[in-house]
Nanobody, 119 residues
Framework: EVRLVESGGALVQPGGSLRLSCAAAGFTFDDNSVSWVRQAPGKGLEWVSVITWNAGSILYTESLKGRFTDSRDNAKNMLYLQMNSLKFEDTALYYC????????????RGQGTQVTVSS
């Protein structure tokens, strides 16, 4: 069974940092590109980033470059998203997504972890 389980979401003040984690199981993680996507309240899904199987390519949506950093540990089947200088508009449910491509597509995603940026 394919599983992606996100964790690390929390309530954080503007300007703060969070590190999200995603544990993968049930598929060949180190053969797959994986993505982060998010959904803000009342809005549609927004693609955040993608990292290829060996981290040789890491792409971000333009508005998040410089604040978010995507990484992975293939030995642990883990994906991470380091988020710095958080803003109110970063409030969203964050999902990791497997079977990803460099054109913002993916095949499956987890249940998500909530990030709330509030003072």
């Amino acid at each position: 069974e394919v599983r992606l389980v996100e964790s690390g979401g929390a309530l954080v003040q503007p300007g703060g940092s969070l590190r999200l984690s995603c544990a993968a199981a049930g598929f060949t993680f180190d053969d797959n590109s994986v993505s982060w996507v998010r959904q803000a309240p009342g809005k549609g899904l927004e693609w955040v980033s993608v990292i290829t199987w060996n981290a040789g390519s890491i792409l971000y949506t333009e508005s998040l470059k410089g604040r978010f950093t995507d990484s992975r540990d293939n030995a642990k089947n883990m994906l991470y998203l380091q988020m710095n200088s958080l803003k109110f508009e970063d409030t969203a449910l964050y999902y990791c997504a497997g079977g990803a491509t460099l054109t913002e597509d993916y095949d499956f995603r987890g249940q998500g972890t909530q990030v709330t940026v509030s003072s």
